[in-house]
């Protein structure tokens, strides 16, 4: 397929018709790649009473927005979202596409690559424009962290990538921006659905876990002994105004939902400030917290791995350090 | 059920080391596993199996001749038959390539085996960490799609699967044939009998390669990928990796939040 504009695509991904946060990061490197190709910087938001993530959109910075607003894209399927994407591509056939790595981005990015038989590459933790091919330089993590690897994508367009959220920060919003706003009727057939939402199963009640937009992340391991343990993790997080974060030992342990877990089979997170209370710090925990700016340790072990990757570490029963940790937060809060 | 289990044989990432004089991944002596979610994967199909009398589970992996050692260790623990699909002309496949090829590859194999009515993969592998193969394959066969699986059971005509989400989980009903790809359960993988392993060292494993199915190769390999991989380097992380080592907590505390404080990272 070749691309008929050297537009980039950023996919603003909905929930309850707002803006995920993701979507509106991506619109700052998409603005900086797109100027680049020398093309425009494209929204495209898929969901049902979309009207804030429009205006979201608008004040990050998008040229233009394409909307999809229709009842059968309230909730995420597979389907519906594929065939959606895939008919405004085959229109406006934009040089690049960038999606968030979320659960759905995920799930949605390969399939619409395979229909569009194009690259895709998944994760990224990096973005730029390779000199020589002028096509975009993909940088992302492959052997749980260990390695990294550049892509590119030469001959097929548009060249996808999904990247992981909280890597680039949203720009300031400037709420005087306007954008060229394009509504597609697109009607997708009951039957074409082929899943049927049962039961959505909330383990966090009202509780928000928004451990990849986290700015600093207080985490639990199996040293905080059981799920009482997490009451001064939850407490420390709090007058920091952090999100509380789990090792795989604590959650499979039952002490705290899987929604807080960081690492390979959770989340992979890079805030600017992750705190590890009684995690030792197993390579699985590790590919999905070391791109943090910066780590505090806390354990007991002086030998414990995670030590070998922390900028900062106390050696220490984290019962006696949380809480003096809280008073002085409290103090240089005050 | 019929039930196909796509898997990668991959080296042990947490055995990984870096050289530190070349900057390098030290691959010798890494010794070469199941994937770990592959390995979920195939015990949500026994799990499947245990329930349902009559039905069987096949496990494919496109790989060199050596992953008929992970083949036989996926027959050792619920898996009926394997096969490997092999061939130069598969080296270097990107996500795309692989999802194609292995569609293909299924075809043939269900001449042998008849319709699977599920197909099941990890969730990703530990070495590649795409998580696009799956869905590409599901895509290639224009089957529906589970991603995030972590458990599934046959209800009447459909397939019930708990996947995770950001709130906790979801429960989906898919029709069936389908494409679930799965990440850690609820629960651990079943361990081999001896007995189970004789059995499977034993059984014959069938290769398939370029000449045996319908595929078209130029659709595959380095060929028919897409993206090219144009540099791979080891991340330098510069870590101030201060111990802080203070008579008491209080004091190591106070030191900490300052230097916090004082990096601006408070």
Redesign the interface.
């Known amino acids: 397929m070749k691309a008929k504009n050297k537009d980039l695509w950023v996919f603003i991904e909905t929930e309850k018709g707002r803006a995920r946060n993701v979507g509106l990061e991506l619109l700052n490197p998409g603005r900086k790649l797109a100027d680049r190709q020398g093309g425009k910087l494209v929204a495209v938001i898929i969901g049902t009473d979309v009207d804030e993530a429009i205006k979201d959109s608008e004040a990050y910075g998008a040229d233009h927005i394409i909307v999809v607003d229709a009842p059968e894209f309230a909730h995420y399927t597979t389907d519906a979202y594929v065939d959606a994407f895939t008919t405004l591509v085959n229109e406006d056939l934009p040089t690049s596409i960038l999606i968030g790595a979320t659960n759905i981005g995920r799930d949605m990015a390969p399939r619409l690559a395979c229909r569009l038989k194009t690259g895709l590459t998944a994760d990224c933790t990096g973005l730029s424009i390779d000199e020589e091919s002028s096509c975009i330089l993909w940088t992302r993590p492959a052997f749980g962290g260990n390695l990294m690897a550049n892509i590119i994508c030469p001959d097929h367009r548009p060249q996808i990538g999904t990247v992981r959220p909280g890597v680039f920060k949203k720009k300031e919003p400037d709420h005087s921006q306007h954008a060229e706003i394009f509504r597609k009727d697109i009607c997708i057939p009951e039957k074409r659905i082929r899943t049927k939402l049962v039961e959505i199963i909330n383990e966090l009640g009202s509780e928000l876990v928004d451990l990849e937009g986290a700015e600093i992340i207080v985490s639990g391991g199996r040293g905080v002994g059981g799920p009482e343990g997490f009451e001064p993790i939850r407490e420390l997080a709090q007058v920091l105004g952090a999100t509380v974060g789990a090792s795989r030992a604590a959650v499979d342990a039952g002490w705290i939902p899987h929604a807080h877990q960081v690492g390979q089979t959770g989340k992979t997170v890079s805030p600017k400030l992750y705190i590890a209370c009684g995690i030792s710090g197993a390579i699985q925990h590790l590919a999905g917290m070391r791109g943090s700016d910066c780590i505090v340790a806390i354990n007991k072990d002086p030998d414990a791995p995670i030590f070998k990757i922390a900028d900062y570490g106390i050696v220490g029963n984290i019962k006696e350090v949380i809480p003096a940790l809280i008073d002085e937060v409290k103090k240089i809060k005050e | 059920m019929n039930i196909l289990v796509c898997i990668k044989q991959v080296?042990d990432?947490?055995e990984?080391k870096?050289n530190p004089e070349t900057n390098t991944?030290i691959r010798e002596g890494v010794p070469s596993i199941v994937n770990?979610f592959d390995t979920f994967a195939l015990e949500t199909a026994a799990r499947i199996k245990d329930v349902n009398n009559g039905s069987k589970i096949v496990v494919i992996t496109m790989g060199p001749e050596q992953a008929k050692n992970a083949l036989k260790e996926c027959l050792a623990v619920g898996a009926d038959k394997a096969y490997l699909i092999n061939d130069r002309a598969f080296g270097g496949s990107?996500?795309?390539a692989t999802?194609y090829v292995l569609s293909k590859a299924l075809a043939k194999v269900e001449e042998f085996e008849g319709k699977f009515d599920i197909i099941f993969c990890g969730k990703q592998a530990?070495?590649?960490?795409?998580?696009?193969?799956?869905?590409?394959l599901?895509?290639?066969l224009d089957y529906?799609?589970?991603?995030?699986a972590v458990d599934a059971s046959v209800e009447g005509s459909?397939l019930?699967v708990?996947k995770?989400?950001?709130?906790?989980?979801?429960?989906?009903?898919?029709?069936m044939p389908?494409v679930v790809t799965v990440?850690?359960p609820a629960y651990e993988p079943r361990y081999p009998s001896i007995k189970s392993k004789m059995t499977a060292n034993r059984t014959d494993i069938p290769v398939l390669t370029s000449e045996d199915f319908d595929v078209d190769i130029l659709y595959a390999g380095l060929k028919g990928?897409?993206?090219?991989?144009?540099?791979?380097?080891?991340?330098t992380?510069a870590?101030?990796?201060?111990?802080?080592?203070e008579e008491t907590?209080?004091a190591?505390?106070?030191k900490?939040?300052k230097?916090?404080?004082d990096?601006a990272?408070?």
Request: some cysteine.
């Open positions: 080296p990432t947490t990984i870096i991944l770990t990107d996500t795309l999802g530990i070495d590649g960490d795409t998580a696009q193969v799956g869905p590409e599901a895509e290639n529906p799609q589970v991603t995030y459909n019930r708990k995770e989400c950001d709130i906790g989980y979801e429960v989906l009903d898919v029709s389908c990440t850690k990928s897409p993206t090219k991989v144009k540099k791979t380097f080891v991340p992380v870590k101030n990796n201060i111990i802080i080592k907590c209080e190591s505390s106070k900490l939040i230097l916090l404080s990096a990272i408070l």
